[in-house]
């Protein structure tokens, strides 16, 4: 599990350090200098002539200390300064004084490719409006010139918290960011300006809280152990019973790959319950599944309903069930008898856009798994709207139904109800965007609930957090059956069979 800070936090975190533990910001500073430097010099850069850009802020005495450091190595660092010199930060102030006592030249109207480097020192996360003027100017030169560029903390011009572009931004190839992550760095579009994101430990301590909000944080590959690994005393039925409703007439695909999905990712069991049409197709593509079926336009088989949903661990609804008016019923039948986890994927969820009035009287705990567009109906926004705040939307949606809320996107974000705390995935590709993914994260996040409902109380984990982990193995899954041909080529049965490696 990583904490991820915003800037305001990040913010009190440097605070905390220089007032409280005494630690000199000069000293932070360079420390952050000295591991860009690091960076710089492990041979995948090409050092020959650096330019570091710095802005009026601390980011800007990053700069001028990488610049200062390089320089004692023998490196050729020029420094290009932007702002009233006024202005400037004490810490920028002291450390473009010691690069002048260090020989590092200053360049006052510098043709950007003449270098094999740029720092991206301008802004960090003081950033505060949209860029303007020569920070502007600064920042559209540095991307035409083509040159690679190492941003210290936070490409300038992307908002740290939202990763927003505030009107221009700097393309990292890569960017050293203090401490800890941002979300900024982790959404897009953010996430496409940063290249690779290098976490440094500059030495600021934080207080990794869970008190704190909003709280933010992204799960990781030892996170998934818990679900991945097996008790040897365990059976099939303890591993997690899955009952999936899924797929109408005309979608015996998205309940196959749902329920193989369940399966995949470790559960005992799966049933599920489809559309008398679906019958056959459902058992020659998966004999492992057990099965009930419901007709179009005709009474639900109550009893065996009842029975299916008291078996149970986790329900899955939603996957190609259509909107029809037996498809609602047993949506509705579903959601008045569940007592176990529900994840509501799809049409279920298009169906709640519909009529929230379904999830009235509703007593399990639920996971939504909209993807924006499916969200923005759930919100009765639009998708730009949903786009623009991630987290926010995903929260909202939670907040609105008392759920979970796993916003699907490039960026997947879970967001909980009644807290403001979110997990930004960090896994995937767009290997995941193909027809029929979504039913498979919906069979893993079954799974999960699943698996953590046969967990003894004190060892359970959130609800959100098990569907982070569902959305985390999703991608890891994507990214295995990429490295096995290219995202182009990845179907969503490949993403099932990827979990073998994750
Ligand atoms: N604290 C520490 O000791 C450590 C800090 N560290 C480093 O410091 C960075 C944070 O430094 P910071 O807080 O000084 O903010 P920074 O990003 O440099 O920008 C603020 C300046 O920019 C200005 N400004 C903002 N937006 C603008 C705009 N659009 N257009 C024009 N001007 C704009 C703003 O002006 P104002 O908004 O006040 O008018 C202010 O002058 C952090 O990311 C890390 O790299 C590390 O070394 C570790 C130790
Ligand atoms: N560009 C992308 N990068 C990473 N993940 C993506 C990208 N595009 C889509 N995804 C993921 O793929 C899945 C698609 O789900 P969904 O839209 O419901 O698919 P379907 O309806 O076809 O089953 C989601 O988990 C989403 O987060
Ligand atoms: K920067």
New binding site residues.
């Given amino acids: 599990m990583k904490r991820i800070l915003t ?1 305001a936090q ?2 009190q975190a ?2 905390n ?2 007032e409280t533990m005494g630690v000199p ?2 000293v ?2 360079e ?3 000295l591991s860009c430097v690091e960076e710089l010099q492990n041979g995948t850069w090409d050092t020959g002539k650096v330019l570091a850009v710095c ?8 700069g001028a ?1 990488i610049a200062r450091i390089l320089k004692t190595k023998g490196v050729d660092a020029e420094l290009f300064c ?2 009233n010199p006024e ?3 004490e ?2 102030r002291a450390q473009k004084k010691i690069a002048e006592n260090y020989g590092v030249r200053e360049v006052k109207n510098p043709d950007f490719r003449e270098y094999t480097v740029i720092i991206d ?13 020569e ?1 502007r100017r600064a920042v559209e030169a540095i991307c035409a010139s083509g040159v690679p560029v190492l941003a ?3 490409p ?2 992307i908002h ?1 918290d939202t990763g927003e572009v ?1 009107d221009a931004a700097v393309k990292a190839r890569a960017t050293v ?3 800890c992550a941002k979300p900024g760095l982790l959404f897009d579009p953010g996430k496409r300006y940063a290249g690779e994101v290098l976490v440094r430990d ?1 030495g ?1 301590g934080f207080d990794a809280g869970e008190e704190e909000t909003p709280w933010y944080g992204s799960v990781e590959k030892e996170d998934l152990d818990r679900f991945l690994t097996r008790t040897p005393m365990g059976n099939k039925g303890t591993f997690g019973k899955v009952l999936v409703l899924a797929g109408s007439g005309a979608m015996c695909g998205a309940a196959v790959l749902c329920a193989r999905a369940v399966l995949a990712s470790g559960a005992g069991m799966v049933k599920v319950v489809t559309e008398e049409r679906n019958r056959t197709p459902l058992f020659c593509a998966l004999p492992e599944a057990m099965a009930d079926f419901w007709k179009e336009d005709e009474p639900l088989p109550e009893e065996a309903l009842l029975q299916d949903l008291a078996w149970a661990d986790a329900v899955v609804a939603g996957p190609g069930l259509s909107k029809s008016r037996t498809a609602k019923e047993l949506l509705v039948f579903t959601v008045q008898h569940t007592e176990v986890p529900l994840v509501l994927d799809a049409d279920a969820l298009n169906l709640i856009a519909e009529d929230a009035e379904i999830l009235s009287g509703c007593r399990a705990e639920k996971i939504l798994t909209p993807h924006v567009g499916e969200l923005a109906r759930l919100l009765h926004m639009t998708i730009a709207e949903c786009q623009r705040d991630p987290a926010g939307s995903a929260g909202r949606a939670a907040e609105k139904y008392q759920a979970c809320c796993v916003r699907k996107d490039s960026v997947t974000v879970t967001a909980e109800e009644g807290r403001e705390q979110y997990y930004i995935n960090t896994s995937g590709s767009s290997a995941l965007a193909t027809a029929g993914s979504g039913d498979v994260l919906a069979g893993i996040t079954g799974a999960f609930a699943a698996k953590r409902q046969c967990e003894k109380n004190e060892k359970k984990i959130s609800l959100a957090k098990t569907a982070a982990l569902a959305a985390y193995a999703h991608g890891k899954a994507g990214e295995a059956a990429e490295e096995k041909s290219s995202a182009s080529y990845v179907t969503a049965s490949e993403i099932i069979r990827g979990l073998q490696s994750i």
């Fill in positions: 800037a990040m913010k440097d605070r350090t220089i910001s000069l932070l500073m420390r952050a200098a802005g009026p802020g601390n980011n800007g005495g990053d200390a932007l702002g202005k400037y930060s810490g920028m020192a301008i802004f960090g996360i003081g950033v505060s409006r949209p860029l303007a003027g920070y210290v903390d936070i300038s011009g740290t505030l960011t203090f401490a500059i600021i």
